[in-house]
Structure formats: structure tokens, C-alpha cells
């Protein structure tokens, strides 16, 4: 604290020296309380002073130039335009949808680091580049080519990967049917210990096919439990009156967090079991990354609803700085301007499951077009009753 205080002084000094060009010979602090002042020789402390001065020039210099590699926290940050428009400017690897960044370091050992280099990589290349496999070199190769592709034509395309293989992509998707679920989890892994699923929210079809979003909240462990059990008593209920129902999400998170709400609160373990054996989840990413290549930057299913002509009701920054507000708030464990934030993030969470819906449908198109084309039907999963034996 006090070298602190001495460091300030000097700083103080230097700026006196430069506007006097004098050296002040004192300095003087009253510290908080105090009402004798300290006193302190600037010779004594001055050099020591500009040493970490210097080091701190030399520091900053080296931070200066480092490249703004994308992290997770670019999505709320104030600088993003500022980074993003110098990613931008350098056609920086990033933009390469699936790209690792040791990828990035990899290819740019020789001297790839542009998405425009990689999309013109002739494959096979000699020598292998180090720590990137044949096909993973071959499948961000093509990504970045097809995103090529797409900002030349100046719009959004896709390709379907081919060949269809019988049990993967498209073949897994189950027939649409009148019950099924789109479901996404809202959570946080810090709050409460353990965290906390604070948000189930869900969308169904009603008699006239149009959609209908629910939501259930949960701020503590209490209602975390009782939220799990109404929303599985909810789906146990739609599937007993139609076999053929599925809860359709994008990404894995979902049932992982279901079977891991099931063992937190040890209620409805036999339930999610049957749910789990019968594959009444359906995981979108999965079939979308086994069966076609688009030129987006990322495969979250914001950057897909470009493909199906999905619009947002929620801006997606709007609803970012709410849920990490909300998430801030919940951490630390108060409910201060909380509630403001709930419709933001209710909205934001309606529209990733409207969007998953959405997005089951463009594929059951795209299946129907795959059929014709090859054709012959491709197959369907077997509806199971999920019962053990
Ligand atoms: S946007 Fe923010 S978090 Fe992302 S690289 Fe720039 S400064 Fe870092």
C-alpha cells in the first residue's frame, strides 16, 4: 500500500519536473486520518520509479501486439468491433467455422493464415503439416472453401455431404409427429455449488400446428427440483398419448443436463432412463454436422437460421449482456435488478426453441430433396417403448 502511495508521488514529481523543468527535491502525503504529513526524498525513490516505469512502457508495447485471438468473452466486450474489424481486415483463420487454435498455429508455421490461403490448399500437401491429421486438415480445407465460396456469391449456401451414409445425418431424424418437443436449457455452472438450470423453457405444436413456448424458472435448488419434475411429467404425459413423439435440441448440453438434474435431486431416474433407451432426443447439431457443409463461421444455430430464414425477436447482443447480467446477479446470490432481465432472456430462450423447430423442418426438406435425388428413401429410427429388455 505504501509503495503504492510512493509510486504515485512520483509520478506526481515527474510531471511537476517536465512542467518546471526542476526537479521537486520533496514530496508529501497526509495519509487518511493523519494530520502530520509524510515526507519523502524524490532522489531517494526516482530511479526506481522510472525503472518500473519503463517496464510497464516495454510491457504495454509487447500487449500492443499481440493479436486479438477470439475468446468467449468477445461476445459482451466493448472492444469487439475494434477486434473484430482488425480479425476482419486480416482474414484471420478464426472465421474458419471448426477450426482449433492449434490448427491455426499449425498452418501458420507454413505461412497459411488467411481464410482465402487455406480454401486454396491443394490436398495432399508435402510435407504433412505437423499435429493436423489428413482429415481434419481436409475437412477445415473445404470449410473454409464453401465460406469462400459463400462471400463471393455475397450470400449464404450450403452443400450436402455425400455420400448419405444410412445411419448417420439425415437418416436420423425421426418422423415429425404431433407431440414432439423443442427444448433448450438456460444454466449456469457456478452458482449454488453445483449450478444452477435456471431456466426449462420448451415449445409445442397446439391442435392448429402453431407454436406454443413455456417456460419454468428456477432461482434455487427448490425450485430447480420441482422445475425438472413438471417439465418430465409434462413430456412423460405428451408421449404417453402419442409413441412417436421426440424432444428435438441443438447440441448435446440437453439431455446431459437432464440426466444430471436426475441424479442431483434423485427424482425421475426412471423416467429419463426410458427416455434416454427410447432416443426421444434428437440432437439437430449432430445431423446438421453429418450432413452438409455451410458457409457460416460457426455451426451454432445462430449463424444456421440464416439458411432457413429464421428472424429473432430477441437481438442476440441485447440478450447476451442480459444473461451474463442475470448470471452475475444470480452468482452473487442477489436478486437485485434480477427481474428486469427475465423477459429479455425468456425471449432470447423462445427463440432458440422456435428456432430448433424451425430448423427440423428445413432438414425434413432437405431430406425430402436427398430422397428424390438418390432416389430411394432413406430409413427412419425404430420407435422404441424405451422399456428395459
Ligand atoms: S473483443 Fe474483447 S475479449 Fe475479444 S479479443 Fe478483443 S479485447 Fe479481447
Redesign the pocket.
Known sequence: MFVVVVIQLCFYSDLLSRIQNLEPERMYVVLGGGVKAEEFVVQRYIAYYRRIKSEYETAWKVERDTY????E??EV?S??PL?DKRRRDADHLSFVAGISRNQRKALGERSISTVAGLAELALPIQPKIDRIGEAGLFRIREQARIQVMGRKEGKSIYEMLEPMEADKGLATLPSPSAGDVFLDLESNPFVLDQGLEYLIGFLTLDANAEPRYESIWSLNRAEEKKAFEDFIAVVMDRWQRDAAMHIYHYAPYEPTAIKRLAGRHGTCVDEVDELLRAGIFVDLYRVVRQSLRASVESYSIKRLEVLYGFSRTTPLREANIALNAFEAALALGSRHGADSLLKTIEGYNSDDCESALRLRDWLEVRRTVQESKMGHALPRPAISSGKPG
Open positions: 486479438p485471438e477470439p475468446t468473452h468477445c466486450c472492444w469487439y477486434c
